[in-house]
DNA sequence: AAGTTCGTCAACCGCCGATAC
DNA sequence: AGTATCGGCGGTTGACGAACT
């Protein structure tokens, strides 16, 4: 009955990863991609359920991520996104290429918050704050006190307006916005999205031989914008050791000329789809 | 200098819808 | 049709460093 279960949860590592499992991780998904997030952690060598591996690529080993603080009009496309969808901070974070809900969601939580309440915005209805109540009198305190506004977690979010409701569902569009043919080797992050929908990912479009040998592509890419993967390791190794200290680090058994990445030139005229060409 | 408080953020937890069997 | 798992999401926690006393 129904699918085999998860991964055996007694002795799996927990807590923060080490540069050693982010090595081994990364090297899997680049030359294997991933089929299910089940087997990942197995076949990669790692102590930790597909779960952990997941939520480590999505959020911090993603070659596509930015890092670093959210630019101001970052913020204020976070303010407004969160004003038309609330809380779904998915949503919010595939408006913005390279952030991911988590580390939206931290801001929000961090420094957001914080900003809207300063300029008197009620940073979860975002309308004005309420003037402060006189302090109830003595003899008004025996009764019970009105129920308080629910905590924020428990209102449903402010209706969508239209707009939205119309532009997530042009997402939902099944015609891809580019030919199939124009992507012809993915980047690990779209693979792997496009691998959660479809187990059909082989190796090679994820990492390709050619791929390595196409280092004439990478002059699409600026590099500059790939420090920021070199950081997200938050190993002080990695930034000597590169890709192919990365790979061959664990093992792996892949000749990488160049940064795998750099063959890959992100269209960011597309906003809700992460279009790789090569 | 030592202790305490505060801020940040990576990672975990639990829930839910989709889906495989 | 029913059950169990997967993948994804949002809320929460806890470790760590910075700022403060």
Redesign the pocket.
Known sequence: ???????DKVGL?????TAEEDQKLVAFLLTHG?????VVPKLAGLL?C???C???W???LRPDLK?G?LSDDEERLVIDLHAQLG?????I??RLPGRT???I???W???IK?KLRKMGIDPVTHQPLEPPRPPPREQDATPPPPPPEP???QRPPPPPPQEIEESEQEEQEPSPLIEPHEITAPPPAAA??AA??N?SVSPASVLSPSCSSSASAASAVDVAEWPEPMYMF?MDGIMDVGWNGLISGAGVDVDVDVDPFDHYYHDASFDDQDVWII
Do not use: F, V
């Open positions: 009955m129904g699918r085999q279960p998860c991964c590592k927990k807590g923060p990863w991933h089929c299910c997030w089940r930790r597909g779960k952990s997941r939520l480590r999505t959020n911090y890092r603080l809380n779904r901070w998915s949503k974070a595939a809900d988590n580390e969601k931290n801001h939580n961090t420094h914080k905590p924020e977690q792997a999205e959660t929908s187990c938050g």
